[in-house]
């Protein structure tokens, strides 16, 4: 039987509350598909400052690395609004990111069939269905490029640096690749390659990688043409891939037309085994405590992580028939609708178990 070794970092705001949801649902998929987890708790962000002075100890990531996969919650909160940049909680996100090399990014956006009237997006530009694949690069580019301050003609002023070699784009692009090789076999490269030379290193790369794949039809947008034919006919896009920065915003413009934050997973991987995986939206601090946050992104990232790290695709396939059917009825907050029942937090995470 195989036994898991899981790193929880539950993180801040409605990290915790979320999490523990998911680690239910995975215990219960593991008695049913005949394997076992076993739990080991580490810090990262807010937490991780009040207890230890920084957002990402030594510590969390010795045992994010002698671990088979990562769960987050998620981080930050107005609570830390005044750490300087690199001790910020989302420094935090951004050292674990590197530290474990998680150079890919896999953000679906995929419509439940009953939540399709939550899109903001009309019916019939949605289509029957919406299953977008967002491949964006996480570890390099302008968030990981030489910033800093400086002085122009005498006014203060800041700069930061978007930069791609080769081999970062290289690999980024194969994932993509192989990603819509078994899909629907269309990948588009977004970049500004009118304007950015590290955007034209980008498309030549692709361009180049593109002839590994003979069979994946390929083409380039440019990130504003993209983000606008995103909601003019989202249903052209089969994978995207991308840059950081652009991947960061695009991700969260096609989650909204999936119709709630509250529900997209990701999954961030390496060359290895290893992956990271947490719903997309934030700590939402506003609503943390209060039994009312959604905790299907991050049950749909155990799912995700089932998939990709642990080679668990059955039970991967089951957690999201279950999340699909229990939306039939039920529904958290920020998805009601009226006619279905409303329920909290852990009622959401009991559900889902009882229909697995
Ligand atoms: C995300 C978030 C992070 C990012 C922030 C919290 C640093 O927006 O994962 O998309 O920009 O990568
Ligand atoms: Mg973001």
Partial sequence: MADYKITLLKGD????????????????ASEKFNF???????????????????????ETVEKCKASDSVLLGAVGGPKWDNQPGNNRPEAGLLGIRGALGLFANLRPSVIFGPLKSASPIKDEIIGGNLDIMIV???????YFGKKGRTEVNG???????EMYSV??????????????????????????ANVLESSRLWRETVNRISKEYPEVELNHLYVDNAAMQLVRNPRQFDVIVTSNIFGDILSDEA?????????????????????LYEPIHGSAPDIAGQG???????????????????????????????????????????????????????EMGDLVCQAL
């Fill in 13 to 28: 705001g409605i990290g915790p509350e979320i999490v523990n949801q998911a680690v239910k649902v995975l215990d219960k």
């Fill in 255 to 275: 989650s909204m037309i999936a119709g709630s934050i509250g529900m997209l997973a990701s999954a961030s991987l390496s060359d290895g085994k290893l992956g």
């Fill in 167 to 192: 081999p970062e784009v290289e690999r980024i692009a194969r994932v993509a690749f192989d990603l819509a090789m078994k899909r629907n076999k269309k990948l588009t490269s977004v970049d500004k």
């Fill in 136 to 142: 964006r690069e996480l570890t390099g580019g302008i």
């Fill in 292 to 346: 009312i946050a959604n905790p299907l992104a991050t049950i749909l990232s155990v799912a995700m992580m089932l998939r990709y790290s642990l080679n668990q695709p059955d039970a991967a396939d089951a957690i999201e028939t279950a999340v699909a059917k229990v939306l039939e009825t039920h529904r958290t907050p920020d998805i009601y609708e009226e006619g279905f029942t409303k329920v909290s937090t852990d």
């Fill in 36 to 58: 076992s987890v076993e739990y080991v708790e580490a810090l990262l962000g807010g937490c991780a400052i009040d207890a230890t002075g920084v957002p990402l100890p030594d």
């Fill in 155 to 161: 006014s203060p002023a800041a700069w930061d640096t």
